[in-house]
Structures are given as structure tokens and as C-alpha cells.
Nanobody, 116 residues
């Protein structure tokens, strides 16, 4: 079992920034990938950004050029730096750890609310 604990969410105004953190209970250097997902009310959960064991990052189109995912293996932490936030970024953000085929762990989520 891997526990993931997110932090850093909150209420901000449009155009401001937030940094989300996700701390894992196990070393992350061996994880296949880690990622951030979000789910807005009435919508499906979607992948926002992911980073592989080798450091390759992938973003949903709406997050490109505004969000940056990074990882610190020594701290067992993955970050999501979000800039130029928009009201449509409002959602619960979840941290995900993928350890292989069909082996996924999730955090409890952190609320991000962007006011216009």
C-alpha cells in the first residue's frame, strides 16, 4: 500500500498561482509515473499532468504553458505549480501514483477554487 497526501489547495483569484504538493509514504523513484488529476462538479476526472520515472512530463492542452509538474525523489514528493489560474481550473485535484499495469494509488484530494 502507498499513501499519498496532497496539500496546497485553496481559494485564489484568477491570474494567481498555487503550488500543490503530494507526499508519498514510499520511495517514488521506482514508481512508473506520478500524476495530478482533477474533477470538477458534474464532470469526469481528467488527467492534468503526469511525470514518468525518467522525468518526462505530459500535460492536458488546457494546462500547457501554465502548469509545471516536477518531482523530488529525495522528499518523496511530486509538485504541481499552477500559474495564471482560471475559474475553469476550479476542481478537486488528486495525486496519483502508478506502479504498473492496473496498480494505482490515489490521494484524498485537495480543493482548488479560482474566483473571477
Amino acid at each position: 500500500q502507498v499513501q499519498l497526501v496532497e496539500s496546497g489547495g485553496g481559494l485564489v483569484q484568477a491570474g494567481e498561482s498555487l503550488r500543490l504538493s503530494c507526499v508519498a509514504s514510499a520511495p517514488i523513484f521506482s514508481f512508473n509515473a506520478m500524476g495530478w488529476y482533477r474533477q470538477a462538479p458534474g464532470k469526469q476526472r481528467e488527467l492534468v499532468a503526469s511525470i514518468t520515472r525518467g522525468g518526462s512530463a505530459n500535460y492536458v492542452d488546457s494546462a500547457k504553458d501554465r502548469f509545471t509538474i516536477s518531482r523530488d525523489n529525495a522528499k518523496r514528493t511530486v509538485y504541481l505549480q499552477m500559474s495564471s489560474l482560471k475559474p475553469e481550473d476550479t476542481a478537486v485535484y488528486y495525486c496519483n501514483a502508478n506502479l504498473g499495469v492496473s496498480v494505482d494509488y490515489w490521494g484524498q484530494g485537495t480543493q482548488v477554487t479560482v474566483s473571477s
